[in-house]
């Protein structure tokens, strides 16, 4: 039976510090498999996504291109969400999974800022007795998970260009793409 991890999140951008929980997990053999699932039309963001669906699966693409081959062996990205009509629901997208991985115990990885909001998650008790939850620990969040040593890195901030913390291959396709000029 392999581990297998869902890490959904809206990656507009995906950026380094979601690099280095990937390969904290994978490195330390918290999990076997990593899926990387871009969200469709996050429910509880304030804001949706600036970049489309496409152009964050294409990032995610990219940044799991640029991991080391021991790393990005045990990472697919899946646009189950972006391709997804209506919300996008963590539980639709674990059910799907489980379909996939019938006899793996599968796991829902999140930050503690994703973490503290869970109970208002579309059917969160039915989740919670699918899943086991990987919380982790964040920067500026009441802890509640694992520390891996999480970097402190903020979409928001690059974004509005205060930070440059992605991968060079994924800065190039921004660049390129004019996805978050300011």
Avoid at 86 to 105: C, F, H, L
């Amino acid at each position: 039976m392999s581990r297998v991890g869902i890490y959904g999140g809206t990656f507009d951008p995906i950026h380094n510090g979601h690099l280095h929980v990937i390969r904290q997990l994978i490195e330390k053999k918290i999990i076997d498999r990593l899926i990387l699932v871009p969200a469709g039309q996050p429910l509880l963001r304030e804001n949706a996504p600036i970049a489309s669906g496409s152009a964050r699966r294409t990032m995610c693409q990219l940044a799991v291109s640029s991991l080391p081959e021991n790393i990005s062996s045990h990472v697919e990205v899946n646009p189950i969400e972006i391709l997804r009509e209506g919300p996008s629901y963590a539980i639709d997208t674990v059910e799907a999974v489980r379909n996939t991985y019938p006899n793996d115990e599968i796991f829902l990885i999140m930050g503690a800022d994703a973490y503290s909001k869970i109970d208002q998650w579309h059917r969160a008790p039915e989740l919670h007795t699918m899943v086991s939850i990987i919380c982790i620990n964040r920067p500026g969040f009441a802890p509640h998970g694992i520390d891996i040593a999480a970097l402190d890195v903020s979409a928001t901030s690059i974004r509005a260009g205060l930070s440059t913390d992605v991968p060079e291959i994924v800065a190039a396709f921004i660049r390129e793409n004019a996805l978050y000029d300011n």
